[in-house]
C-alpha cells in the first residue's frame, strides 16, 4: 500500500501581510516568508548579534546619505518572498517606504553562523533568483566575508538560481559595495 503524498501550500506575500495585520502570529514569532514558505528563524547569538552591528555601521558609512541601512526589516522579493535579511541597503531613507517594504535592495548581508549552509543555498538562491546583484554573507565560522555576485539561472539550485561568482575574502582584505564602487570596507571592519 502506497502513503498518499502529503500536500502542502505555499502563500503569498500579500497573505502572509494580511496575516500579520490580523495579529495571527505571536509578537515574538520569528518567522520569514521564502519561496511561499514559512521559516522560522534561528535565535541571534551574541557573534551574530555583535556582526549585525558591526555590518549596520560599515554599511551606513561606506554608503552615506541618499542610502538606507535596514537591520533585520523586510524585503519584498516577490510574490512569494518577504525575508528580513540581517542587513539590507536600499536607495532612499526610512519614510520611502511608508507605503511598502523595498523591493529592490542594492546589499544584502546575512551574518551566519548555525544559519551558514541555509545562508549559503536557500538564501542565497533566493536573493540570485530577485536579481540582488550584491549579497554578502559574514561567515563567523570560518572568519571570513563571502562576497555573492553575478546571479545566474541555476537548475540545480533550490530556487533555480544561484550566483556564479563568490569570493572568500579574509580579514586583510577590503571589499567595495557595487553600489558604492568608491568605498572600501576592511573585512576586519565586519567581523565580531
Not at 557573534?47 to 555601521?57: K, M, S, Y
Not at 545566474?152 to 557595487?178: D, K, N
Request: glycine content about 8%.
Amino acid at each position: 500500500m502506497s502513503t498518499p503524498a502529503i500536500r502542502t501550500r505555499r502563500w503569498s506575500r500579500v497573505e502572509y501581510e494580511r496575516l500579520i495585520e490580523k495579529g495571527i502570529f505571536l509578537p515574538d514569532e520569528r518567522l520569514e516568508l521564502l519561496a511561499g514558505e514559512l521559516v522560522v528563524r534561528e535565535p541571534q547569538g551574541t557573534p551574530d548579534a555583535v556582526g549585525i552591528g558591526l555590518a549596520a555601521e560599515a554599511l551606513r558609512r561606506a554608503f552615506g546619505p541618499g542610502w538606507d541601512v535596514r537591520v533585520r526589516l523586510p524585503v519584498a522579493l516577490d510574490d512569494q518572498s518577504e525575508p528580513e535579511p540581517d542587513v539590507t541597503v536600499v536607495p532612499g531613507g526610512p519614510r520611502d517606504y511608508l507605503a511598502a517594504h523595498p523591493s529592490r535592495p542594492a546589499l544584502v548581508v546575512e551574518v551566519a553562523e548555525a544559519s551558514l549552509a541555509f545562508d549559503r543555498e536557500q538564501k542565497g538562491s533566493l536573493y540570485a533568483c530577485a536579481g540582488v546583484a550584491d549579497y554578502w554573507i559574514v561567515n563567523l565560522v570560518e572568519g571570513v566575508l563571502e562576497v555573492h555576485r553575478q546571479p545566474v539561472p541555476s537548475p540545480s539550485a533550490p530556487v533555480g538560481w544561484s550566483y556564479s561568482t563568490i569570493q572568500s575574502l579574509g580579514l586583510t582584505a577590503v571589499v567595495s559595495p557595487l553600489a558604492a564602487p568608491s568605498a572600501w570596507i576592511p573585512v576586519a571592519a565586519l567581523l565580531p
